[in-house]
């Protein structure tokens, strides 16, 4: 640690350690120096010069932007002086000549850096009576982004944000001086799956959301902070909502996790809520159709059922966007109505909806990982799917690590995003197309120097459904005994590690499959999951619940999955439920109510504790709060416990991290043969994203992705084509990946289209000469 | 009073070819960087420079020997010579790159010999497509004789030369910004600190940035001494420069002398006087970006300290005459219309200040002026350059934004009525 060393401001002795950049010191101590480009997430650039102070030099006071001067020994700051002020009324003017002052329409007004500053900070009436400078406004920048250059104050966060932070540097500067201007190059769209962020930290309205623009006025707004569920990174948020209806949702600045960021699918995932097509009432199947009911004569049904059916099967098919707290109680009544009752641990009759879900690397032997450990690792290591898709805060934590210094080595053919960053990519020679690790680590110098004796952190997954746990013990186990390593099971879901962690032993789809009796009765719950979309086993779980006499979906919407059921009991959503989640790292972080639930929907817990209740086994649980403190005494022996009251603290906002054994039991496919990669992609056809109207479009987009050497195989030279398969015809655009092995074709499982495609039969690409390009996306 | 020629002797003595490797030889050149490798080690040509107390040639004024001395310790280290000759009557460079440019190559070669630099650039002036082509073609011609490229003059070093054009930027002739713009990015200046080209430049590697007229008076020095090029011109401004005359005077030019006689003496002898032998209204002595002198100035040295002590600058050695006739605030507003256009848009001071400053001189010039301009104008001026002092205060990150301030506090200073004959009066309000 830097010894803190002594400064003055305003007369005033502070401390600061060395080198910290003033305006931070300044504001730690309570002094606010005004700003528009300095973002404490993005490199100082001093451009905006309204933080500008006095500070005094050998040569006499010199002003000098707060932003980029270090704290030294005995500095002496004025930042009220006549000189600054006048500096920085000055400033403001300046800004404000050539701004359009359209607040009465504009969307950041009442949130506005600039308006407030100029409030506080600037003159008070304009001198400039010449016309202002023009420009269209606002132009769409990409599907879900608008840009009004009129706004801009040309601070650069945006384009330093896509540059330094996200890497995909789409938004740029053009012409220079008072012609300068924010924009994307020609045919270049902002396409980033973090553009959101640059409307968040623009400090003015110029970059705005199609979801947000004119919904609301930021004093009409309701917030809560709460944690997205997107994927198992569980970033910290802000909801926002208005009469009811949610419009927006923020990224909070918290060190551990999202530190501010995050991807728009986390940020813009949420007009489902108030869809149309929401279910919003119990629906019976009578004939082909379904109807409403009473919730008394829905869990009556069930009773009836369970005991018509004489001692049926019972089985859930479990998603991961249930609470920590719903994951409890769905435990409880698994275990209530297992026939067997637990006796073995092979018995356990709850199925998680993930292909890519395996044993993962927990107990004692393997140390694991925090986010922030990947700041002090030496190197990182990936196997994983592709982390960009699926954990995009995740691939910005790495990014950021690989800045800073660490080395990064990648394997497989799955993350070619991530690839781009790689120190060592190790590819076709490594691994192979059926993701066997071809030679033993050891062997791999590369591999050897950068982790022997290092810390290292490792991110480990599932490519492929196909993938042999082998491959992956072999390279985990030579890491753990080589290395300081840390583990991160890349477990992307939701709260994935909230339903492991909470459920006494969990099962894949794959299980489900082959331990379903069709001899025998069978009543099958799927709570939040869509398994007969997007998923290897589509087909055979869709056989096996028509095959069931008795389907019970909790979900939110009618979908492939819930159109088969008997009962459909819709439930509550983000912002609708109170509750806990538990990260990729186990920390546990509260998810809070904002929106009352809509309809007569209720709670996962609700449901099923009125269904134990029919049943005669005496459940009390009346709120949340009961099940959280029950579960919270689990943690008896941490300093703190995750109870809604500690997570709720600002001082320990940020959760509680935990240990708990983890029962997984899922087995390798027989299968190892297949042709066609199959993976997931951030945007996709989810039943929430289909029905947010503000993001759907950007899962439609219809791809395949193979190199050249393997499109010349094909015989492909136009970026459209044809993918057959059986019946199956698929118009797709072509995209040539040169990370790509030879033979290996990589299409998206969540798009709508492949969901009949089965990656294990073979297949056939053709040209679309007669078509223009999709322009789908 | 005689030029004196030290930089364009060759090019005056041989007017049609003095481009050419061959003639440039035949009169002795590449002489200092054959005897540089023979007989010196890097410090002594340092210290040789340092005992010319040479001068930066590119409007700074820095100590050149000084500056070498500076550069940081690294194993790549680079020499930029800055060409990017854009300050508005500054055309000096610009014969020293077309018609003398083996002299400039063979002052890189000594220049990277003392500081032990394998890499140097030639960052020239987008719109000079003519020296640019002469200065390539001079750097193919000293490649193919072994002067440039691997082991030179049999040396056992290696030196490469990479010229580059610019795009047409006034501001990368701004130091960090031409590094920007030599690396592919936007030609904006970089912050300072941390970015001091000596120890951050190009690449981040330590860097070396000189003017061309700087670095073509390293082979006389290291020809004849350090010690016989001090002897010429004064204390502080040794040696002799080339001044580019312009503007209302009977011989424009450029005129290679010793620093020291007065810029009436220097108009009168070399300018041939004003045209139709009218009077100096006011000159500018050292480019666009410095403050005006009046006609009753005329006697200043033309020295670097002098013009300093007087408040203004000697800057690139540009002299620009303006008769009694001259509207002058159409020659500011000329001057801030140049510095508005190019602002390199990066700091909001200057963006937008340089800008507001043209369209109310604008204003004024085409006599839609109001009473309280001036004041406005000054305003402005203090939001840029903050108590209108000289040397600049800035609130900018580059002196360019003060750049456009000077000629308005020229024109304020000395010439106020002829700002308030084309304003209406005040109207004072009585509010009793």
Not at chain 1, 154 to 163: E, G, M
Not at chain 1, 630 to 653: A, G, H, M, R
Not at chain 2, 260 to 288: H, L, M, Q, R, Y
């Amino acid at each position: 640690m830097t010894e803190n060393i002594k400064f003055t401001v305003n007369g005033n002795e502070l401390e600061a350690k060395s080198g910290e950049l003033l305006i931070e010191a300044c504001e730690k101590s309570g002094i606010h120096i005004p700003r528009f480009c300095w973002h404490k997430r993005l490199d100082p650039v001093g451009m905006c010069r309204m933080c500008l102070v006095e500070v005094e030099t050998p040569r006499g006071k010199a002003l000098v932007p707060s932003c980029t001067t270090e704290i030294t020994e005995d500095l002496v700051v004025d930042t009220e002086s006549a000189v600054v002020t006048k500096a920085q009324e000055g400033i403001l003017e300046f800004l404000l000549i050539n701004h359009p002052l359209d607040c009465p329409v504009c969307d950041k007004a009442g949130e506005c850096p600039l308006q407030d500053q100029t409030m506080a900070y600037g003159p008070g009436e304009s001198r400039f009576v010449e016309e202002k400078r023009h420009f269209e406004k606002p132009i769409p920048i990409s599907e879900i982004i608008l840009l009004d250059r009129e706004r801009c104050i040309l601070c650069a966060r945006c384009t330093r944000f896509s540059d330094e932070i996200s890497g995909d540097p789409l938004i740029e500067f053009i012409q220079r001086g008072n012609k300068t201007e924010v924009n994307t190059f020609p045919d270049e769209p902002f396409r980033s799956y973090f553009s959101g962020n640059t409307v968040q930290i623009c400090p003015v309205g110029a970059l705005t959301s199609t979801s947000y623009r004119f919904k609301a006025r930021p004093w009409d707004l309701k917030k809560v902070s709460s944690t997205c569920n997107c994927c198992s990174v569980g970033c910290s948020i802000e909801l926002n909502t208005s009469q009811n209806k949610m419009l927006r949702i923020l990224g909070e600045d918290n060190e551990f996790t999202n530190q501010g960021w995050l991807s728009d699918k986390g940020r813009y995932n949420f007009d489902y809520l108030h869809s149309e097509n929401r279910v919003l009432n119990i629906l019976s199947k009578e004939e082909d159709s379904f109807s409403k009911i009473s919730i008394s004569d829905a869990t009556e049904m069930i009773k009836n059922k369970i005991a018509e059916l004489d001692n049926p099967n019972i089985k859930f098919i479990l998603g991961s966007s249930s609470t920590n707290e719903e994951y409890f109680v769905i435990n409880e009544i698994a275990n209530y109505l297992n026939k067997d009752k637990f006796l073995s641990k092979d018995s356990s009759n709850i199925y998680f909806g993930d292909d890519l879900l395996f044993e993962g690397y927990f107990g004692d032997q393997y140390s694991q990982a925090k986010l922030e450990d990947l700041d002090s690792s030496e190197t990182i290591v990936v196997w994983a799917e592709d982390i960009k898709d699926n954990l995009p805060i995740l691939y910005l934590r790495i990014k950021k690590a690989v800045k800073n210094g660490s080395k990064l080595i990648v394997f497989g053919h799955t993350n070619t995003a991530i690839a781009g960053l790689a120190d060592f990519y190790f590819g076709k020679d490594i691994v192979s197309n059926k993701f066997e690790l071809i030679r033993n680590p050891n062997e791999i110098e590369d591999l050897k120097n950068n982790i022997e004796g290092k810390k290292v952190t490792v991110i480990t997954g599932k490519s492929t459904v196909f993938q042999k746990k082998e491959s992956l013990d072999k390279l985990i186990n030579y890491l753990n005994e080589k290395a300081e390593l840390k583990v991160f099971n890349s477990f992307s879901k939701g709260n994935t590690f909230g339903a492991l962690q909470n459920i006494d032993e969990v099962k894949g789809l794959n299980e489900f499959c082959n331990e379903f009796d069709t001899n025998a009765k069978n009543i099958v719950f799927t709570i939040g999951v869509n398994p007969v979309n997007s998923s290897y086993f589509s087909q055979k779980i869709k056989e096996n619940l028509i095959a069931s006499d008795f389907v019970i979906s909790l979900d939110l919407f009618v979908n492939e999955t819930t159109e088969l059921a008997d009962l459909i009991l819709p439930t509550t959503s983000l912002g609708e439920k109170e509750g806990t989640v538990t990260n990729m790292e186990m920390r546990v972080m509260k998810q809070n109510k904002i929106l009352p639930a809509p309809g007569s929907t209720l709670s996962e817990w609700e449901y099923l504790v009125s269904i134990l209740n029919v049943l005669g086994e005496n459940v009390n649980y009346k709120n949340e709060i009961e099940i959280n403190n029950y579960l919270s005494e689990q943690y008896k022996n941490q300093e703190k416990v995750p109870t809604f009251d500690n997570l709720n603290k600002p001082s320990n906002l940020f959760g509680v991290l935990n240990k708990k054994d983890i029962n997984i039991n899922i087995k390798d496919l027989k299968e190892d043969n297949f042709s066609l990669l199959m993976v997931r992609r951030l945007y996709g056809d989810s039943s929430t994203q289909i029905n947010s109207p503000s993001i759907s479009m950007l899962g439609a987009h219809k791809f395949i992705e193979l190199n050249s050497t393997t499109a010349k195989k094909y015989g492909i030279n136009s970026k459209v084509g044809n993918f057959i398969q059986g019946p199956n015809s698929i118009l797709i655009n072509i995209e040539i990946n040169e990370y790509l092995p030879d033979d290996l074709v990589i299409a998206p499982i969540n798009r709508r289209g492949f969901e009949d495609i089965d990656p294990s039969l073979d297949f056939n690409i053709t040209e679309a000469k007669n078509r223009e390009e999709l322009n789908v996306n | 009073m005689k030029e004196t020629l030290l930089l364009t002797k060759h090019m005056r003595e041989n007017p049609e070819n003095s481009h050419l490797i061959d003639v440039y030889e035949k009169n002795n050149g590449y002489s200092a960087a054959r005897k540089v490798f023979k007989e010196n080690n890097p410090g002594e040509v340092i210290e040789e420079i340092k005992t010319s107390n040479i001068r930066g040639r590119g409007g700074a004024g820095f100590p050149t020997g000084v500056k070498w001395g500076f550069l940081a310790e690294d194993e790549e280290r680079y020499l930029v010579i800055n060409a990017d000759e854009s300050e508005p009557g500054t055309f000096k460079d610009r014969i020293l790159l077309e018609r003398d440019p083996h002299q400039l190559i063979e002052g890189i070669i000594v220049t990277s010999f003392a500081s032990n630099i394998s890499k140097a650039f030639i960052y020239i002036r987008g719109e000079y497509a003519k020296p640019a082509r002469r200065v390539q073609d001079a750097v193919e011609q000293a490649y193919e004789k072994g002067y440039l490229g691997k082991n030179i003059f049999d040396s056992g070093k290696d030196l490469d030369v990479v010229v580059h054009l610019g795009a047409g930027a006034y501001i990368c002739g701004e130091e960090t910004a031409l590094l920007n713009s030599l690396e592919g990015r936007r030609g904006e200046p970089r912050l300072k600190p941390p970015y001091f080209p000596a120890v951050k430049g190009l690449y981040n590697k330590p860097t070396l940035v000189n003017n061309v007229e700087t670095i073509s008076s390293v082979p006389w020095i290291i020809n004849n001494s350090g010690k016989d090029y001090a002897k010429l011109g004064v204390e502080g401004s040794t040696g002799t420069r080339i001044f580019s005359l312009s503007g209302h005077v009977n011989n424009p030019g450029n005129f290679e002398i010793e620093m020291g006689c007065s810029f009436g003496e220097f108009i009168d002898t070399f300018g041939n006087g004003i045209k139709e032998n009218k009077t100096v209204k006011a000159f500018i002595p050292g480019g666009a970006s410095a403050p005006w002198f009046t006609g009753e100035m005329l006697d200043i040295k033309m020295t670097i300290d002098d013009v300093a002590n007087a408040g203004s600058m000697l800057g690139s050695g540009a002299v620009v005459v303006m008769d009694e006739d001259t509207n002058l605030v159409l020659a500011a507003k000329s001057i801030v219309s140049f510095f508005a256009h190019e602002s390199c848009g990066q700091c909001t001071p200057c963006r937008e200040g340089t800008t507001w400053l043209e369209m109310i001189l604008e204003r004024i010039s085409s006599g839609r002026g109001r009473a309280s301009d001036i004041d406005l104008l000054l305003d402005v001026c203090d939001n840029i350059s903050p108590g209108l002092a000289w040397p600049p205060q800035m609130t900018t990150i580059c002196p360019l934004g003060p750049s456009a301030v000077s000629p308005i506090t020229s024109l304020m200073g000395s010439f106020r009525e002829e700002v308030e004959s084309l304003l209406p009066k005040k109207v004072l309000i009585n509010n009793d």
